[in-house]
C-alpha cells in the first residue's frame, strides 16, 4: 500500500501493542511520525513502503527473529518497519539512542538516513 493513500497508519493503542508482543520499547520518533501522518514531505514515498497494522508488524518481526534476514540473524532489538520495491528493508535498532533509519537487502546493508524523520522524506 502507498502512504499517499493511507489515513492515519498506526494509533497509539497499535504501537503499545507493538512494544508489548515484541518486547521492546518503540522509539519516541517512530510513535510521533506514525501518530501524525500525513507526513509533510513525501517524495520518496513512491517506492517506499511503511508495514500500516500492528499484527502486520509484529508478524513481520518475529518472522525475521526466527529466520533471519538474507542469511543473517535478526536480533530482538532490530525494528523492521517497511520495504522498498526491490528488495530493500528499512528497520530501526531500538538498543541506539539515535533514530538512525537503517537499509538492508541483498547486496548492502547501511544507513538510511541519519534520523528518522530523515529516513522518512
Keep these: 500500500m502507498n502512504l499517499k493513500d493511507l489515513g492515519t ?6 504501537c503499545d ?4 508482543q515484541l518486547a521492546l520499547t518503540l522509539p519516541v520518533a517512530y510513535r510521533e511520525i506514525m501518530l501524525s501522518y500525513p507526513f509533510a514531505n513525501l ?3 513512491e517506492v517506499r513502503e511503511l ?3 500492528a499484527s502486520e508488524v509484529v ?5 525475521l527473529r526466527v529466520n ?3 542469511g543473517k540473524a535478526w536480533s530482538s532489538h532490530q525494528f523492521c518497519m517497511g520495504k522498498d ?3 530493500g528493508w528499512y528497520y530501526l535498532d531500538t538498543s541506539e539512542e539515535g533514530t538512525a533509519v537503517y537499509l538492508t537487502d541483498l547486496e548492502d546493508l547501511g ?6 524523520t530523515e529516513g522518512l522524506g
Design 17 to 20: 501493542l507493538i512494544d508489548r
Design 59 to 63: 508478524d513481520l518481526n518475529q518472522w
Design 111 to 116: 544507513v538510511f538516513g541519519s534520523r528518522f
Design 51 to 53: 508495514l500500516d497494522g
Design 9 to 14: 497508519i498506526v494509533q497509539a493503542q497499535d
Design 68 to 70: 533471519g534476514l538474507y
Design 43 to 45: 517524495k520518496h514515498f
Design 85 to 87: 520495491e526491490v528488495g
